[in-house]
C-alpha cells in the first residue's frame, strides 16, 4: 500500500512539474498584444478560433479590411462563419490540386475578393512572405496578426523578417483561449511550438 501511495504521488509530481514548464513555456511563446485600431487584420491558417477571433474584431471595428489565410483543409468549412461572401474561394478552390489550395480572402465592408497564394513547407514564414507582396498592392500601414498564443513567437519572427522593409507598423494578437497545462496532448502541442520557433531564429 505504501508503495502504492508513493508511486502515485511520483507521478502527480512529474504531471505538475511538466505543466509547470509547459505552462512557462506558453507564456515565453504567447507575444501577443491588446489590439489597436489598424488599416487591416490579416488572421494566419489553422485553428477556426483564429478566424472567429478576426472577424470578431474586424466587427468591431478595429479594421477596415479583413484577411483570413485559408489552408488546403480549411475553405470547406468557410461557410461556418457566416461571412455575407466568400469572394470566389469555393470555385477557385475546385479548380486546383488538392496540395496547392491555399488562398487569402480580403474583406472591406461592401466585397470579398480570393486570391491564390504560393505556401510551402515553411508555412508561417511562407503565409507571411505572401502577404508582404499582396498589401503592396494596398494602402496598408498597419497590420494586426492574429494567431494562437503559443504560435505567436514563431508569427512576429517570421512577419518582422517578411515586412522588415515595408514600413508597416505591426501588431500580434493572440486568440483568447483555455488551456489546460494537466492535459498531455496540450503539453506536447506547446512543446512542438516551441521546437519550430527555436528552428525559425535567424542564423547569426
Known amino acids: 500500500m505504501l508503495c502504492h501511495k508513493t508511486g502515485k504521488a511520483v507521478v502527480c509530481c512529474a504531471v505538475s512539474l511538466r505543466s509547470r ?32 477571433h478576426g472577424i470578431r474584431m474586424w466587427r468591431y471595428g478595429y479594421a477596415p479590411q479583413l484577411i483570413l489565410s485559408i489552408g488546403r483543409s480549411e475553405w470547406d468549412r468557410f461557410g461556418e462563419l457566416k461571412l455575407y461572401s466568400d469572394g470566389g474561394l469555393e470555385a477557385l478552390a475546385e479548380q486546383m490540386p488538392e496540395k ?45 496578426v492574429v494567431s494562437s498564443p503559443a504560435h505567436m513567437r514563431r508569427t512576429a519572427l517570421s512577419f518582422r523578417r517578411a515586412f522588415r522593409k515595408s514600413g508597416i507598423n505591426l501588431t500580434f494578437v493572440s486568440v483568447q483561449e483555455e488551456i489546460s497545462f494537466q492535459d498531455r496532448r496540450k503539453r506536447s502541442e506547446v512543446w512542438a511550438e516551441f521546437f519550430r520557433c527555436f528552428l525559425s531564429l535567424p542564423l547569426p
Open 21 to 52: 514548464i509547459a505552462e512557462f513555456l506558453y507564456d515565453f511563446l504567447d507575444v501577443g498584444k491588446a489590439p489597436r485600431p489598424a488599416d487591416c487584420i490579416f488572421v494566419l491558417a489553422g485553428r477556426q478560433d483564429r478566424k472567429i
Open 100 to 144: 496547392k489550395r491555399h488562398f487569402f480572402v480580403r474583406f472591406d465592408r461592401q466585397d470579398a475578393f480570393c486570391r491564390h497564394v504560393t505556401r510551402n513547407f515553411w508555412g508561417t514564414r511562407s503565409e507571411a512572405r505572401a502577404l508582404a507582396e499582396y498589401v503592396k498592392e494596398l494602402s496598408i500601414r498597419s497590420l494586426l
